[in-house]
């Protein structure tokens, strides 16, 4: 995995990344290496700390997978996505609270792994590492449907 990002000037950062390896994999049949690459640039564009901008593409190449719901093998498969994160905080890095919007994205040579879908999240900071939690996701192709979780995240 690489990873370079450069700040242009307070509120603009740009960035790409590259990973590439292999995983070994078996059908109902046999073993196989699947040889896997993955890179794409990103951008991050800071509003005055109360808004935040995330937003990345992703070129996928895969030499070899296996669909286990549709016992198929693909080769060489190509896929391509990415995501759109707008993050508020009413007081920047200070704040309690913050919302969040996400859109995702993913259009596959393996239509079982087309994909998009939006979510809205909240938190509430209770402690510096422990927060409550709630979303709503819909995913808009497929089979349509949304789902809500509530929880906490922590961290020690």
Do not use: C
Request: aromatic share 18%; net charge neutral; charged share 20%.
């Amino acid at each position: 995995m690489f990873r370079l990002s450069q700040t242009i000037g307070k509120k603009i950062a740009v960035g790409g990344f590259l990973y590439t390896g292999k995983e070994g994999l078996s059908d109902t049949l046999n073993a196989f290496n699947n040889k896997i690459l993955m890179y794409g640039p990103d951008i991050k564009i800071n509003f005055n700390d109360k808004f935040v901008l995330n937003a990345q593409y992703v070129y996928r190449t895969d030499s070899h997978v296996f669909d286990t719901d549709a016992e198929l093998n693909y080769m060489d498969v190509k896929t391509q996505g990415g995501f759109a994160e707008l993050i508020y905080s009413p007081k920047g890095d200070m704040s309690k609270w913050y919302l969040t919007g996400l859109f995702n994205w993913v259009d596959s040579d393996a239509d079982a792994l087309d994909y998009t879908a939006g979510t809205f999240h909240a938190g509430y900071l209770l402690r510096r590492n422990l927060r409550i939690v709630g979303e709503y996701t819909y995913r808009f192709t497929g089979t349509k449907y949304g789902s809500l979780n509530f929880g906490f995240v922590s961290a020690f």
